[in-house]
C-alpha cells in the first residue's frame, strides 16, 4: 500500500460526515491517554460542534516536529467540523511550563514573547487549516482577574498536593528549588479553560499532571471537568531515545528545508517509521499493525514514504515529496554522488574507520558514533557497492563511506 498518498489525501479531506465509532478510531491511534473516555463518546454523539482547547506557550521562536504531533490531533477535530480555541500563553509563557524540568526557566520579555508569537502561527498553519482556529492571548482574562479571586483558586489547592510531583520532588532534593508560580502554572491553564468554557482539551502527555489539577479547579468551580487526550512524546533524530528538543540538537524543524526534513526523516532509528507514520499521518486504530509490519519489513521504503508524506504534508505538495525523494534516491540509492558532496577525511595509515569519523568533529560522542555502526548505518560505498563497515576496519586512500543518510566522506591518506 502506497501510505504517503493516501494518508496525505486523508489529510485534504473533510470529515464532517464521518459517524462516531470511525471518527474516535482515528483520535485513538493518535492518543496516549484519554481522561473520561466515556464523557468524549458522548461528546461526539451530541452531534454538536464541541469545544476543544489547546495551547502553547511562546517560550522559543521555532517549531519542530515534536510540536506538531498533538497539532495533528487537533486538526482531526478541526475535520470532524469542531470549534477550536487555541490559547497562546503570553503569561505563562513567563513561567514556563515546569513540567520534567529540573530546574527553573529564564524569564522571558514581553518582547521575546511577542518575536516568537509572530512566526507560531505561520509555521503550524503547514499542517493545520489555521483559518478554521480562534486564537487567544491568555492575556485577555488572566490581567483582568482580582486578585480576591486569585486567592480562592489558590486556596484550592493544597501545597503537599502540588509537591506530589516527581519533577518537583527531584528539584526540591537536588536544591534547585521551585517557585511559587511554577506551583500556581496548572492553576493559569485551569483558568483558561474556564475563561473559554472548554470541553475538551489535546496536549502531549508531558502535561498530564497539569490537565489533572486544571480539572479539579474547574470542579472546585462547580463546572464540568474537561476531557483529556494526551499524545506521546516522539523521540528525536538521534537514536538515543531522548525526546526531540532544540536542546539535544535531535529535532526536524518545521522551517527546514524540504531536503533537510526528507533527509532528517531518512536518518531516524527503523524503531521510529511506525511511531512517526501514527504522530503525523491520520492512521486508524484498525491500521496500526499493518502500519508496524510493512516498517518491519520493507524499512527502507517505508521510510522513503514516511518522509515523502512529511515534506508533503509542509509544503502542502505531495509532489514535493516525491521530487525530495527522487532526489535522495539519485544521491544515495543509485551512487550517483558528485566529488563536492564528500567532506575529506585526511587520516594516517592504519587509522581504523572509527577513530577516522570521530577525528571529523561531526559526531558529539563516541557513544553516539557506536550506535550508527551498530544499526549498520555506516556504509563503504565501493564501485556499484553499498556494504556495513565496521569499526576496526583500516581506512584506505580515497575510501568513500556514507553515514546514515547525510554524513559522506572521502579518506585521504597523509604522507607521514
Not at 12 to 37: H, N, Q, R
Request: hydrophobic share 40%; glycine share 8%.
Amino acid at each position: 500500500m502506497k501510505w504517503d498518498s493516501t494518508l496525505f489525501g486523508r489529510h485534504l479531506e473533510s470529515w464532517s460526515g464521518m459517524a462516531t465509532p470511525e471518527f474516535f478510531g482515528y483520535l485513538e491511534s493518535k492518543t496516549a491517554a484519554i481522561v473520561d473516555e466515556d464523557h468524549l463518546r458522548d461528546l461526539l454523539d451530541s452531534g454538536r460542534h464541541v469545544a476543544v482547547k489547546f495551547g502553547i506557550d511562546p517560550t522559543t521562536k521555532d517549531v519542530h516536529l515534536g510540536h506538531i504531533v498533538p497539532v495533528m490531533l487537533l486538526s482531526q477535530f478541526i475535520k470532524k467540523g469542531h470549534a477550536i480555541d487555541f490559547v497562546i500563553g503570553d503569561i505563562t509563557a513567563k513561567i514556563g511550563d515546569p513540567s520534567g524540568r529540573t530546574s527553573g526557566r529564564e524569564v522571558l520579555s514581553e518582547s521575546e514573547i511577542n518575536k516568537n508569537l509572530e512566526t507560531y502561527a505561520t509555521q503550524i498553519s503547514n499542517f493545520i487549516d489555521a483559518n478554521k482556529i480562534t486564537f487567544y492571548r491568555n492575556s485577555t482574562w488572566l490581567d483582568k482577574i482580582p486578585l480576591r479571586d486569585l486567592l480562592s483558586v489558590f486556596q484550592s489547592v493544597n501545597l503537599s498536593e502540588a509537591f506530589q510531583r516527581d519533577d518537583f520532588r527531584a528539584r526540591a532534593a537536588a536544591n534547585q528549588g521551585v517557585s511559587l508560580a511554577e506551583v500556581c502554572y496548572p492553576l493559569l491553564m485551569g483558568l483558561d479553560s474556564i475563561a473559554l468554557k472548554s470541553e475538551i482539551e489535546v496536549g502531549g502527555i508531558d502535561q498530564l499532571l497539569n490537565f489533572h489539577q486544571a480539572r479539579n479547579l474547574m470542579k472546585h468551580k462547580g463546572l464540568r471537568q474537561e476531557v483529556i487526550l494526551v499524545t506521546p512524546i516522539i523521540e528525536g533524530t538521534s537514536g538515543d531515545g531522548r525526546k526531540m528538543s532544540k536542546s539535544f540538537g535531535n529535532y526536524i524543524a518545521v522551517n527546514d528545508s524540504s531536503s533537510d526534513i526528507f533527509g532528517k526523516i531518512m536518518s531516524i532509528r527503523d524503531e521510529l517509521i511506525a511511531p512517526y507514520f501514527q504522530a503525523f499521518g491520520h492512521v486508524h486504530i484498525r491500521e496500526v499493525d499493518s502500519i508496524r509490519h510493512f516498517s518491519e519489513d520493507s524499512p527502507m521504503e517505508a521510510k522513503k514514504q514516511l518522509a515523502t508524506l512529511i515534506v508533503g504534508m509542509r509544503y502542502a505538495d505531495l509532489q514535493r515529496g516525491l521530487e525530495e525523494r527522487e532526489s535522495f534516491e539519485q544521491r544515495f540509492s543509485r551512487h550517483q554522488l558528485k566529488d563536492e558532496l564528500f567532506s575529506d577525511l585526511v587520516v594516517i595509515a592504519n587509522t581504523s574507520v572509527f577513530d577516522a569519523l570521530m577525528g571529523s568533529g561531526h559526531y558529539k560522542s563516541r557513544g553516539e558514533l557506536r550506535r550508527l555502526f551498530d544499526q549498520d548505518a555506516v556504509k563503504n560505498l565501493g564501485e556499484g557497492a553499498k556494504t556495513p563497515l565496521r569499526g576496526d576496519t583500516s581506512v584506505s586512500d580515497n575510501l568513500k563511506i556514507a553515514v546514515g543518510k547525510r554524513g559522506l566522506y572521502k579518506v585521504r591518506i597523509k604522507n607521514t
